[in-house]
Every structure is written in C-alpha cells, then in structure tokens.
C-alpha cells in the first residue's frame, strides 16, 4: 500500500496501491474486515488521497498526468466520476462542501522557485454525482471544463497546503428578508421603486487558507478570497 484514508462516518478505509488501484475495505466487524470494491485508476502507484471534511468525495492523486474523482456513496458502490488532467503532482488539493450540497475544489500546483502559485479551481455538481458521463468529453473520462466550471489562475504568493471554505448566503439572507419584510413592504408601497432582485443575488463567501514563508523561511498563515474571481467566473 502506498496510500490510506479513513472515511469520516463510514465504517470503512480506503487504500491506494502501487498497481494503481483503489481498494475500499468495510471494517463494520473488525474481525473480518472485507473488500468491498477496487477500481484501476492508474497504471502507477496510487500517491495521495484527499477527501472533504463530510467523507462523501475525495481526489485522488498518481503518477500519470490527471487526478481522478470518486464518490464514497457506499449504495452506489464508490462510483469513479472522472478525471481532471493536471500536468505535474500538485502540493495539494482541497475539497468541501456546501449548503447547496456542491463541491468545491482547488488544485495547489507543487511550489518552486516562483513568487506565484498556479492554482485551478472547480466545482462538482449534483449532476455530475448523479451521473458523470454527460459531462465527460466524448471517448474519455475527463470531465469537461465547463461542466465544472473550471477555472485556472495564479495566485501572487508562494504557497503549500490548503483549505478551503465556501459560506452560501441563503438561508442568511432569507432570515433577514424575513425580519425586515414589513418595513421593506411599507417602503415599496410608498415610493413606488422597485428592487432589481439581479442585483442583489448573493454570492458564497469562498476563502483558500495556505502557507508561505517570510523572508526568514517562517511559515505564515494566510487567508485568500476567491470570491468574486469564481461569482465571475461561473455567472
């Protein structure tokens, strides 16, 4: 095994090889922990595998050019949902889930000598968990750009690690429309204006926490806002 990773909430592990396969082990009676599925995703050792906090996808990373995908539904078997190409092993990936029950992601390009990051960023939809194929390009198991929304970047620091969080404004939103509908109503009643509800839609608070280093090598916690850059991108 080169790899392994515990699924929050499941009695169950996952373990990368150095076939390349990926090789889920159910441990609901630890005297008999058994295989439940394997999937060849690589011709290569397995090397790293990321998971979001909720245990519900993960990425993982080979030696060969993508990173693959995988849902940990156990009713669906731990269906592979397709790969993202990325030209060199990235320092790190990052997952989470929001409110709206998408996945967010983003890829930290492995650090050099550079005083910037290369950076992709993407989303995963309840489509593409529900069925991924659509959303492949035709004769392949690459997820297309624009089903995820993709987008590539640079990042103007040199950092390693990642994590990241998305806040959707919704239900936030709605319990303060609802604390200040009856003054809201008075006022629209009595000037007459209307409110242009585009130009108010909310957009979620998406912020990458990293590491870099100073000009003494020590290492510095920064938070980054990725916000608007992905609200324009994916409107």
């Known amino acids: 095994a080169t790899s392994l990773r ?7 592990v996952v373990v990368g090889l150095e ?4 090789v889920f082990v159910c441990w609901s009676d630890w005297r008999t922990p058994r295989i439940v599925q394997a999937i060849q995703l690589f011709t290569t050792a ?3 595998i990321c998971m ?11 030696s060969e050019s993508y990173i693959y995908l995988v849902s940990c539904d156990p ?11 990325c030209e060199e092993e990235p320092d790190s990936i990052a997952l989470t889930k929001s409110q709206s029950n998408k996945f967010y992601g983003i ?9 910037f990051t290369e950076a992709k960023f993407f989303i995963i ?12 390009y035709p004769q392949s198991y690459q997820l297309r750009d624009d089903s995820l929304s993709m987008m590539s970047f640079k990042i103007l ?21 609802d604390d200040a509908s009856i003054g809201s109503s008075e006022r629209h009643e009595s000037d007459g204006e209307e409110v242009n509800s585009d130009e108010r839609k909310p957009i979620p608070k998406i912020i990458l926490f990293s590491l870099t280093k100073n000009a003494n090598d020590n290492s510095l916690l920064v938070a980054i806002d990725l916000s608007k850059e992905v609200a324009d991108q994916v409107q």
């Open 52 to 62: 979001d906090t909720s245990g519900e996808l993960m990425a993982v990373v080979g």
């Open 107 to 115: 890829i930290i390009g492995k650090r050099g000598a550079a005083n």
């Open 157 to 177: 620091l040199n950092i390693y690690e990642a994590y990241l969080t998305v806040t959707e404004p919704e239900t936030l939103n709605s319990l303060a429309s």
């Open 6 to 12: 515990a699924i929050p909430g499941l009695p169950a």
């Open 19 to 22: 076939s390349g396969v990926l």
């Open 125 to 136: 939809t309840d489509e593409i968990l529900e069925d991924p194929r659509p959303h492949m």
């Open 46 to 48: 397995i090397k790293k």
């Open 75 to 85: 009713q669906k078997a731990f269906p592979g949902l397709g790969y993202i190409p």
